[in-house]
C-alpha cells in the first residue's frame, strides 16, 4: 500500500517548521509528501529559506496556484505583490522539484483570454510542471464569509461556462501535461 500526505491551508508555508517535522517523520516512514500553497510566504533570505531547502529535500511535490498573472490584477485579488511567488516558482523549476499548476477560472478576473495566454507562456519558461489543472471558480465559500460577517468580493460572481472552461483548458495546454482530450 502506498500512502501520501498533502498539506494544504490556509497556507502551510506559515507552519514550516511543522512542515519540516511532519515531512521529515513521513519520509522516514516511507509516505509520500505533498504541499499545496500559493507560495505567499516565499523569501530566498535568512532562516526561512535556508528551512525550506531542508522542506524541499522531503517534498515530493507541490499543488501550486496562480492567482492571477497579472502582477496589478494580483495585487487586486490578494492585497499582495507576486513577485515572491514567482521567484518561488523559479526556484522550484531550478531544483527541478515537480509541481502541478492549479489555475482557478473566475468569470471577470481571470477567466479573460489575454490572461490566459500570459499564464501560458509563463508555465512554458518551467521545465518541472508535470500537471495543470484548471479549476473552475464557485461560490461555496461564500457562506463561511457569511458566517464570520465578511463581505465576500465575490459574492455576486458565477461559475464560468462549460465552453470557458474548456477555452481556458485549450489555452493553457492543459493536455499537454495531463492527457485531457475535449
Known amino acids: 500500500m502506498h500512502f501520501r500526505i498533502t498539506v494544504s491551508g490556509g497556507e502551510p508555508l506559515l507552519q514550516i517548521d511543522f512542515l519540516l517535522e ?3 517523520k513521513a519520509k522516514e516512514n516511507g ?6 500553497t500559493a507560495g505567499g510566504p516565499f523569501t530566498q533570505e535568512g532562516e526561512w529559506f535556508s528551512k525550506f531547502e531542508k522542506l524541499m529535500q522531503v517534498t515530493d511535490i507541490l499543488l501550486m496556484d496562480i492567482k492571477h498573472i497579472n502582477d496589478e490584477e494580483h495585487i487586486e485579488l490578494t492585497g499582495q505583490k507576486r513577485d515572491n511567488i514567482v521567484q518561488m516558482f523559479r526556484y522550484l523549476d531550478q531544483i527541478n522539484k515537480p509541481i502541478w499548476i492549479r489555475h482557478v477560472l473566475t468569470p471577470g478576473i481571470t477567466d479573460n483570454d489575454e490572461y490566459l495566454t500570459q499564464t501560458r507562456d509563463f508555465i512554458r519558461t518551467l521545465g518541472n510542471v508535470q500537471r495543470v489543472e484548471v479549476l473552475p ?5 461564500a457562506m463561511k464569509y457569511k458566517e464570520l460577517g465578511i463581505d465576500y468580493v465575490l459574492k455576486d460572481t458565477l461559475s464560468p461556462t462549460e465552453e470557458r472552461v474548456k477555452n481556458a483548458k485549450n489555452i493553457l495546454e492543459v493536455e499537454k501535461y495531463t492527457g485531457w482530450k475535449e
Open 22 to 24: 511532519l515531512f521529515t
Open 31 to 36: 509516505i509520500n509528501t505533498c504541499i499545496d
Open 137 to 141: 471558480y464557485h461560490g461555496l465559500g
